[in-house]
T-cell receptor
Framework: RKEVEQDPGPFNVPEGATVAFNCTYS??????FFWYRQDCRKEPKLLMS???SGNEDGRFTAQLNRASQYISLLIRDSKLSDSATYLC??????????FGKGTMLLVSP | EPEVTQTPSHQVTQMGQEVILRCVPI?????FYWYRQILGQKVEFLVS????????KSEIFDDQFSVERPDGSNFTLKIRSTKLEDSAMYFC?????????????FGPGTRLTVL
């Protein structure tokens, strides 16, 4: 089983749509969880950390379900600039990041 | 805003040659990392470095790889004898400072092409 699994997409959505990405992880010892965003041929950039209580940052909402080892990201009111690959990432404290392969999002006018 | 920098942005080399990829982590960070991403694949961990020694490494990080922090600012990745399959984007990252010590910040990467 892959350590971090994501649907590769692409998800094609119109501007203004709401889109949700899911991710599962296999290592129950994972302690920290993140969503990173990666534009084509660029470095991963932190979008948001993910907490068990759920957290929201503007149009973005992330949720963590430790029992199911499941992480989600919801994007509301999609913008053209949201087009990117969204990387689900888990780690064990000050340690290595384990990346999923990413889910590609394409937002069209 | 502080950022991780990497040089060169693109390195082309012949198979069997040695390359050194350079990184300047964020100045108050304590943990340093190298990752690589082969085109079309996921980002993979290579090595982490703390307190002037390797703290963790992956099975990718074999004897042909080494890391060094030669001074107070640079962090380097050396590949001794490059292979075709070493062609990838190499990202440096750092963490461990400020209000979000768990967050790793990535540099823009060095694209290594081995011919």
């Amino acid at each position: 089983r892959k350590e971090v699994e994501q649907d590769p997409g692409p998800f094609n959505v119109p501007e203004g749509a709401t889109v949700a990405f899911n991710c599962t992880y296999s290592n129950s010892a994972s302690q920290s969880f993140f969503w990173y965003r990666q534009d084509c041929r660029k470095e991963p950039k932190l979008l948001m950390s993910v907490y068990s209580s759920g957290n929201e940052d503007g149009r973005f909402t992330a949720q963590l379900n430790r029992a199911s080892q499941y992480i989600s990201l919801l994007i509301r009111d999609s913008k053209l600039s949201d087009s990117a690959t969204y990387l689900c990432v888990v780690t064990r404290g000050y340690s290595t990041l384990t990346f999923g392969k990413g889910t590609m999002l394409l937002v069209s006018p | 805003e502080p950022e991780v920098t990497q040089t060169p942005s693109h390195q082309v080399t012949q198979m069997g040659q040695e390359v050194i990829l350079r990184c300047v982590p964020i100045s108050n960070h304590l943990y340093f990392y190298w990752y690589r991403q082969i085109l079309g694949q996921k980002v993979e961990f290579l090595v982490s470095f703390y307190n002037n020694e390797i703290s963790e490494k992956s099975e990718i990080f074999d004897d042909q790889f080494s890391v060094e922090r030669p001074d107070g600012s640079n962090f380097t990745l050396k590949i001794r004898s490059t292979k075709l399959e070493d062609s990838a984007m190499y990202f440096c990252a750092s963490s461990g400072g400020g209000p979000d010590p768990d967050t790793q910040y990535f540099g823009p990467g060095t694209r290594l092409t081995v011919l």
